[in-house]
């Protein structure tokens, strides 16, 4: 079945360091969705990326899907400790109904 | 717009009881999902349904029943509560499988079998 595989599972980083979090896909991916889970809340949407080789910005975030439409990554431009939390990323494979997320990057950052 | 609302938000349960976590939203969303999330393990599909009637199996389906006879609302029940089944447990809907397709969760239940 469809897996999607992220790393890392954990990432400290000194506040003002970036940090990126990779997503894999075994299988070819209709659309890549990336969420944002806060400790002790629920995760919450960020941001999807539907074409091959789309890259797309917020703020200090910058999303990539790529060519082959199997990967994705997040990077964080110089984190502040409001980025504290666990990024998912999630998939559906071409034609599946089925939402499969990554198992997450937990992210801690250090004042 | 209360959005997604789960019910209970914590439980404790004995092994072999059952019980039913209610999942409802009011925004006319056709796909509905149930999720739990385990230490280490991310979020894995219970359950899903993209429309009133029409539910499907996900990745950890055993132990979980689901129906679906409203567009709002997606309960999800245990038949006999197993300690394996401590969990949190995120229901989540969306609008479609097509266009704008962004998972809504609910708050979240925390069940504690003992």
């Known amino acids: 079945g469809q897996q999607v595989m992220q790393i890392p599972q954990y990432q400290h980083v000194q506040e003002g360091e970036d940090f990126t979090t990779y997503c894999n896909s075994s299988?070819?991916?209709?659309?890549i969705q990336w969420y944002k889970q806060r400790p002790g809340g629920h995760p919450v949407f960020l941001i999807q990326?539907?074409?091959?080789?789309e890259v797309k910005k917020q703020k200090r975030l910058t999303f990539q899907f790529g060519e082959a439409k199997k990967n994705s990554s997040l990077h964080i431009t110089a984190t502040q400790t409001t980025d504290v939390g666990t990024y998912f990323c999630?998939?559906?494979?071409?034609?599946?109904?089925?939402?499969?997320f990554g198992k997450g990057t937990k992210l801690t950052v250090n004042p | 717009n209360a959005g997604v609302t789960q019910t209970p938000k914590f439980q404790v349960l004995k092994t072999g009881q059952s019980m039913t976590l209610q999942c409802a939203q009011d925004?006319?969303?056709?796909?509905m999902s149930w999720y739990r999330q385990d230490p280490g393990m991310g979020l894995r599909l219970i359950h899903y349904?993209?429309?009133?009637?029409?539910?499907d199996q996900g990745e950890v389906p055993n132990g979980y029943n689901v129906s679906r006879s409203t567009t709002e609302d997606f309960p999800l029940r245990l038949l006999s509560a197993a300690p394996s089944q401590t969990s949190v447990y995120f229901c989540?809907?969306?609008?479609?499988?097509?266009?704008?397709?962004?998972?809504?969760f609910g708050q979240g239940t925390r069940l504690t079998v003992v």
């Open positions: 925004m006319n969303h056709e796909y």
């Open positions: 299988t070819t991916l209709s659309n």
């Open positions: 990326l539907v074409k091959s080789g």
């Open positions: 999630a998939g559906r494979q071409g034609g599946s109904e089925k939402l499969v």
């Open positions: 349904s993209v429309g009133a009637g029409i539910t």
């Open positions: 989540a809907s969306s609008y479609s499988m097509v266009g704008p397709t962004e998972a809504f």
